[in-house]
């Protein structure tokens, strides 16, 4: 198992500024995940964040808009840049464990945003 | 990439059976099935897992047909407390595609 721990919980931001989502994991994993929930809607992923290596972005998301750091085997940051109200979300960090199609995922409790 | 589709929203009763099902008719040789439970204001939750045939752990049972085109979730006796969103998803290759779940609405 893993225990996820994001900050902040949650954050009202204004449009144009930036916000960087941290997520810290109880033991060392090779890819950590970063999904978005907007309200009322069901998890779309980000981007596979690997340590030592560029994160992989999905279809519709860049690096300039959500820049994600991961320096080491248990953290990683996400940011999300130039907010604008359709940015309001809930952000999730989420690590797996076992093999490649049998794995089970741990998330975060998530961060909600809110921008204004 | 295989596709899940599942009920919207679901109505039950405190103490009754409620079985999901989720269809993933291009599932692929290697792929598992598993599902997921999420209550508000928290990230979802791992229910349980299965590849064919029956799975049955503690919370839930997961059945499987020989065709692995669809698989059915089956919570016993729920509970007011298990109102949640399920989803049922196919993991390929480590990466999780989430589709919309089903919206469990739980009545006394």
């Known amino acids: 198992s893993a225990v996820i721990s994001q900050k902040p919980s949650r954050d009202i931001c204004q449009r144009g500024t930036s916000l960087t989502i941290q997520c810290q994991v109880d033991s060392q994993v090779t890819m950590m995940f970063w999904y978005r929930q907007q309200p009322g809607q069901s998890l779309t992923l980000i981007a596979t964040?690997?340590?030592?290596?560029?994160?992989?972005?999905e279809s519709g998301f860049v690096i300039d808009k959500f820049p994600i750091s991961r320096p080491n085997l248990t953290f990683s940051t996400l940011t999300v840049s130039n907010m604008s109200p359709e940015d309001s979300s809930i952000y999730l960090c989420?690590?797996?464990?076992?093999?490649?199609?049998?794995?089970?995922?741990?998330f975060g409790q998530g961060t909600r945003l809110t921008v204004v | 990439l295989a596709k899940t589709t599942q009920p919207i929203s679901m109505d039950s009763y405190e103490g009754q059976e409620v079985n999901i099902t989720c269809s993933h008719n291009n599932i692929a040789t290697n792929d598992y099935i598993t599902w997921y439970q999420q209550f508000p204001s928290q990230g979802p939750r791992f229910i349980i897992q299965?590849?064919?045939t029956k799975v049955t752990n503690e919370v839930a049972s997961l059945f499987i047909p020989a065709d692995r085109k669809s698989s059915t979730l089956s919570l016993p006796r729920v509970s007011l407390s298990d109102t949640a969103v399920y989803y049922c998803l196919v993991n390929q290759g480590g990466k999780l595609i989430f589709g919309q779940g089903t919206e469990l609405s739980v009545k006394p």
């Open positions: 964040a690997n340590q030592g290596s560029e994160a992989t972005y």
């Open positions: 989420s690590v797996e464990t076992g093999r490649q199609s049998d794995t089970e995922a741990f």
């Open positions: 299965g590849y064919k």
